[in-house]
C-alpha cells in the first residue's frame, strides 16, 4: 500500500499562518492529483484544495479561496503537497488529510494520509 505521509499541523493563533506537506513516492503519485481535506468531529470530511496532476490547476472550497494555496514539488524519487494557510480562523480547526487520486481527489479519493491536527485559537 503506498503511502502518504503528512507532516507540519500545530497549534496556532488566529490570524497566523501554517503550512502543511505530505511526502509521496514518485510512483505512481508524480502523476495523480494530489490535495487536501479536513473533518472535524461530527462533522462529514469535506474538500479544502488539490492540484492537478500536470500541476497546471489548483481547485478550493470557498470556505478557505483566498486564504489558502496548494503548491507540488515533484523530486527524483518523491513527490511532495503542500497546503499554505494564511489568516487562519478558529473554524480551520480539524484533522487534515492529504489525498490522491488517479482522476480527482475532489470526492472518494483512493488515497488517504494518516492526517495531522490543526488547532486555531482564538
Known amino acids: 500500500q503506498e503511502q502518504l505521509v503528512e507532516s507540519g499541523g500545530g497549534l496556532v493563533q488566529a490570524g497566523g499562518s501554517l503550512r502543511l506537506s505530505c511526502t509521496a513516492p514518485?510512483?505512481?503519485?508524480?502523476?495523480?492529483?494530489m490535495g487536501w481535506h479536513r473533518q472535524t468531529p461530527g462533522k462529514e470530511r469535506e474538500f479544502v484544495g488539490s492540484?492537478?496532476?500536470?500541476?497546471?490547476?489548483?481547485?478550493?472550497s470557498d470556505a478557505v479561496k483566498g486564504r489558502f494555496t496548494v503548491t507540488r514539488d515533484i523530486g527524483k524519487d518523491t513527490v511532495t503537497v503542500y497546503l499554505q494557510m494564511n489568516s487562519l480562523k478558529p473554524d480551520d480547526t480539524a484533522v487534515y488529510y492529504c489525498?490522491?487520486?488517479?482522476?480527482?481527489?475532489?470526492?472518494?479519493?483512493?488515497?488517504w494520509g494518516q492526517g495531522t491536527l490543526v488547532i486555531v485559537s482564538s
Open positions: 489525498a490522491a487520486d488517479s482522476q480527482s481527489v475532489i470526492q472518494l479519493p483512493d488515497y
Open positions: 514518485g510512483q505512481p503519485f508524480s502523476t495523480y492529483s
Open positions: 492540484i492537478s496532476w500536470t500541476g497546471g490547476s489548483t481547485y478550493y
